[in-house]
């Protein structure tokens, strides 16, 4: 142990020597690449490690020997097309990567998932498609889901296609060596995703249906199906409509399968894990939950078992079931005590391990541990141009809202300010909208904090993670309460004599949402706004979400033809004789998540009335910014517009 905590501090020190240069030389190129290593995983002997590696030419999957960071290059995706979800050991040979692209289908984009398999040893790789389906005309469009890999089967996985045979989503086993598939469940129950142990026994079913009925009937219903044995029919174990009710969320079972692990918000109004009696329809007893903020989901090992839940306050922390995981977890922590750490993968003896440690001013780094050595040593960083600078640290803030709710946030103030100088603001409000901000470091802060920006990000009422209360009070509440509340926060910032009044409004999705409809709001406030796939048209989208058979209850009443009608109020696109500063708008092409449409006509629109307004269409742009062109002409033009009008 000391010897992994001696080297471990020497290579953390030669990463974290600030230099004492002025933060605004650091390249706007440095800030703007996408990570340049994700997800790795160890293999179950700990011999090999997987990744993606994210090069100019869009990403990669490569092979390495643990511990070595020398890669070999396993598979090559399109650039500005492919996507990799994730990756995935089978036994200690085969690989499986799930990969997702955007694809046209009845005037919009939606995104279509694929898996394919390579075999380490010849390097040869298979997409995991049925024959029968490939002739298909709409297959093209036809998404593969990954089960399991079949803890004691090395040689197959199970798949989840829709077979029209079955109307409806049917698993297969699917053979790793020559690709073929076989049925292995038919579905006859309305199921949408399955649940199978690591020997492949199907034990639970998850159904989300829309029904349209008069009263109580109408709705989203959320349906869990349940078997024992593979042998058995699957009963209903628990049906709960969206919006109602305590949640409901299976993680798992014990080993036995007569219990299942479940995520619910019952009692305590935070969501926590609790063990449910299957036989008895009975919960037993709550098992782990934290005093102020809701457990995220489940933790599982490389075999899909669940091992433990997560949980964030400013940072994600961990509670694992067994002490043999805390051990390994607390061992790492101790040799990384300046950071914020977890563990990214480990092998099956819990030997080989691959740490994961960021800071708020430090970019993300993987570590490499042989416990059974005592060794350990840096692995990649995320953005190695970004080491060895001078970044800037992130505060967390709380403020009390007009209403006198509580709202939490984060500050960040840039490097090297000359006593008393006050900086221009940029607010950062997150997407979602139920999600939320946390401490990490964060590319686009650090970019905008290097440019002589402070930076707020406020977690408004109706992100998640705060509590049931806290997110369902952020329910109906576009362009109402939850916008209140970034307008609270920035009157509370300039009450506390740190910013100068200037600021301006950077946000994406959601946050991009915010970033509109304060310019109609609250015109006088700011000097500029910046939309990147952001929402113009609230009621454009519901009826694009109620076409799509999509859950909008969180927004409006979808029964509520008054409130409908009543979105356009909190509509830009509607209020465009009220918009006063510049806008830049930046959207792809093939965003299946907000249409761009949202922002071309907006363009189009506030143009035709004269307004400053700059619209970045990306070609082939999704609506995260993972192409590494994109992301850098957008970064760019955020930063050219904010020094141009801020």
């Known amino acids: 142990?000391?010897?992994?905590?001696?080297?471990?501090?020497?290579?953390?020190?030669?990463?974290?020597?600030?230099?004492?240069?002025?933060?605004?030389?650091?390249?706007?190129?440095?800030?703007?690449?996408?990570?340049?290593?994700?997800?790795?995983?160890?293999?179950?002997?700990?011999?090999?490690?997987?990744?993606?590696?994210?090069?100019?030419?869009?990403?990669?999957?490569?092979?390495?020997?643990?511990?070595?960071?020398?890669?070999?290059?396993?598979?090559?995706?399109?650039?500005?097309?492919?996507?990799?979800?994730?990756?995935?050991?089978?036994?200690?040979?085969?690989?499986?990567?799930?990969?997702?692209?955007?694809?046209?289908?009845?005037?919009?984009?939606?995104?279509?998932?694929?898996?394919?398999s390579i075999d380490t040893k010849t390097k040869k790789a298979k997409e995991l498609t049925h024959r029968r389906f490939r002739r298909d005309s709409w297959h093209k469009l036809q998404s593969y889901s990954l089960v399991s890999t079949l803890k004691n089967d090395h040689e197959h996985v199970l798949v989840s296609t829709y077979d029209s045979r079955d109307k409806g989503y049917s698993l297969f086993k699917v053979d790793l060596t020559d690709g073929s598939f076989d049925k292995y469940q038919a579905n006859t129950y309305e199921i949408n995703s399955w649940f199978a142990d690591h020997d492949g026994t199907v034990r639970l079913g998850i159904g989300i249906k829309k029904q349209e009925g008069l009263f109580a009937d109408k709705g989203h219903f959320i349906t869990i199906w349940y078997r024992?044995?593979?042998?058995?029919?699957?009963?209903?174990?628990?049906?709960?409509?969206?919006?109602?009710?305590?949640?409901?969320?299976?993680?798992?079972?014990?080993?036995?399968?007569?219990?299942?692990?479940?995520?619910?918000?019952?009692?305590?109004?935070?969501?926590?894990?609790?063990?449910?009696?299957?036989?008895?329809?009975?919960?037993?007893?709550?098992?782990?939950?934290?005093?102020?903020?809701?457990?995220?989901?489940?933790?599982?090992?490389?075999?899909g078992e669940l091992i433990g839940v997560t949980w964030s306050d400013d940072f994600e922390q961990r509670y694992y079931f067994k002490d043999t995981d805390r051990q390994v977890l607390d061992t790492v922590k101790a040799s990384l005590e300046d950071y914020q750490v977890f563990i990214a993968s480990k092998s099956r003896n819990n030997t080989k391990v691959l740490a994961y440690a960021i800071k708020d001013n430090s970019p993300g780094k993987y570590f490499w541990f042989d416990l059974s050595a005592n060794q350990g040593g840096i692995w990649f960083s995320q953005y190695p141009k970004l080491e060895n600078q001078q970044l800037a640290s992130v505060k967390a803030i709380e403020f009390s809202a007009s209403d006198g709710k509580t709202i939490p946030g984060y500050l960040t103030m840039p490097v090297n300010l000359q006593p008393d100088s006050k900086p221009a603001l940029v607010v950062l409000p997150h997407g979602g909208p139920h999600s939320r901000d946390y401490r990490y470091f964060n590319p686009l802060v650090q970019l905008i904090a290097n440019e002589g920006y402070a930076v707020l990000q406020i977690n408004f009422r109706g992100s998640s993670g705060f509590g049931t209360d806290f997110e369902t009070s952020g329910y109906y509440q576009w362009g109402g309460r939850m916008q209140q509340d970034v307008m609270d926060g920035v009157r509370w910032l300039n009450q506390q004599n740190l910013v100068n009044g200037d600021a301006c409004i950077v946000g994406g999705s959601y946050g991009g949402y915010v970033a509109l409809t304060a310019a109609f709001q609250d015109n006088q406030a700011f000097k500029c706004f910046v939309s990147i796939a952001g929402i113009s048209d609230l009621e454009e989208m519901v009826d694009d979400e109620e076409r799509a058979d999509s859950y909008i209850a969180n927004i409006v009443d979808p029964a509520d033809r008054d409130a409908k009608k009543s979105l356009a109020d909190v509509s830009a696109i509607k209020h465009l004789d009220k918009i006063k500063a510049p806008i830049l708008l930046i959207h792809g092409t093939k965003d299946t998540r907000v249409n761009f449409r949202q922002s071309s006509d907006f363009y189009s629109k506030a143009k035709g009335k004269g307004l400053n307004v700059r619209y970045i269409e990306l070609k082939d742009g999704t609506h995260f910014l993972d192409n590494p062109d994109n992301r850098k002409v957008a970064y760019g033009e955020i930063s050219a517009f904010l020094n141009k009008y801020l």
């Open 1 to 116: 142990m000391k010897k992994i905590k001696y080297l471990l501090i020497t290579l953390v020190c030669a990463l974290n020597l600030n230099t004492i240069a002025i933060a605004a030389s650091i390249p706007l190129e440095s800030f703007s690449t996408l990570p340049l290593l994700e997800s790795p995983q160890i293999s179950p002997d700990g011999k090999s490690i997987v990744s993606i590696y994210n090069t100019a030419n869009g990403p990669m999957v490569v092979l390495s020997q643990f511990p070595s960071n020398k890669v070999t290059a396993l598979a090559q995706l399109k650039k500005a097309r492919d996507r990799v979800d994730f990756v995935r050991w089978s036994g200690n040979q085969h690989v499986i990567i799930g990969t997702s692209y955007p694809d046209h289908y009845n005037g919009s984009y939606s995104r279509v998932s694929r898996i394919y």
């Open 228 to 303: 024992k044995n593979a042998d058995d029919k699957f009963k209903k174990l628990h049906q709960k409509q969206m919006g109602k009710g305590d949640t409901f969320t299976v993680l798992g079972l014990t080993e036995d399968a007569t219990k299942a692990y479940v995520l619910s918000d019952r009692e305590t109004r935070r969501q926590s894990l609790w063990l449910f009696d299957i036989a008895s329809g009975k919960f037993e007893k709550k098992i782990f939950g934290h005093e102020k903020y809701d457990l995220d989901g489940g933790i599982n090992d490389s075999d």
